[in-house]
């Protein structure tokens, strides 16, 4: 769910990058200031995404803006279809439009990618995750995204549990130092730990390590495989995680591994814009 103080505290260094004095050319080319409509046409298929944001962006430049959606977030379109109107003071509505579609387009871009991913795993059991890689300032809009998209999200932040990764691993002095470390947590806390190869997991599970979730990173399909064969002797109810590459030419081929969750940053780090256009009627 969106709060609204998030968009606004946004939207307000976005149009502070954008604005940050006048729109020189609506302001000394536009003369007139009359009351007009604006549709948002998809240029393409697409998963609607954003539109709260893009009612706010409106109302930070003109509290008077109004807009009406023919589709909501989560919904499908094909392209050339009407996604909703915008009503208001010429001027206000050029000065809002880039910041608006912007966030529009990029919203719309990762939940229509998660959802092609998503529907790659529904013959599957397998859960779609995110990760943190995101952009700093767009990380609650980019993670909102890819709920509306169908996916989770994993951790929000630092703050929300712990994963241990090799540079983690690095720090301690090597992956012998980990079960030791592990005994001194908190037991209420959830805990992840990365792992580079089948060597690193096998230590882990002889050593009886109180681990939640494993996180099989950079392994290839046949040694996913052999990992899972590996804990289905050592801790069968230790949830499995691969991450690393996978994106929507290679996610079936993982799904059919049958793992818990599969993690990916291409969700979020390197998704296209989608195109929507505003047309002024």
Known sequence: MLEKWKIKNLLAKAFEEDIPFYDLTT???????????????????????????????FAFIDPEIKTFWHYQDGQEVEPYTK??????????????????????????????????MVKKLSPYKTILLDTRKTLPGLKVLQKYAVKVGGAENHRFSLS????????HIKV?????????????????????????????????????APIDVVLLDNFTPE??????DLIK????????????????????????????????GSLTHSVRAVDISLKIE
């Open 233 to 264: 002797q050592y801790n069968p109810n230790l949830k499995i995680e691969v991450s690393g590459g996978i994106n929507l030419d290679n996610i079936e081929y993982f799904a059919k591994l049958e793992v818990d969750y599969l993690s990916s």
């Open 223 to 228: 040694n996913v495989q052999k990992a899972k």
């Open 160 to 167: 929300d549990g712990i994963l241990i990764k090799d540079n």
């Open 83 to 116: 996604i909703g109107v915008v009503e208001g003071r010429v001027k206000s509505i050029l000065k809002a439009e880039r910041v608006v579609l912007n966030l529009f387009q990029h919203l719309s871009g990762i939940a229509t990618y998660t959802r092609k």
């Open 27 to 57: 302001e000394l080319v536009i003369k007139e200031n009359p009351i007009v409509k604006a549709y948002f046409l998809a240029k393409e298929p697409m998963v609607v995404c954003g539109t709260l944001v893009v009612e706010e962006g």
């Open 172 to 208: 301690l002095g090597g992956i012998e130092k980990i079960p030791q470390v592990l005994k001194t947590l908190p037991h209420y806390l959830k805990v992840e730990i990365e792992v580079k190869s089948l060597e690193e997991l096998e230590f882990l599970l002889k050593a009886k």
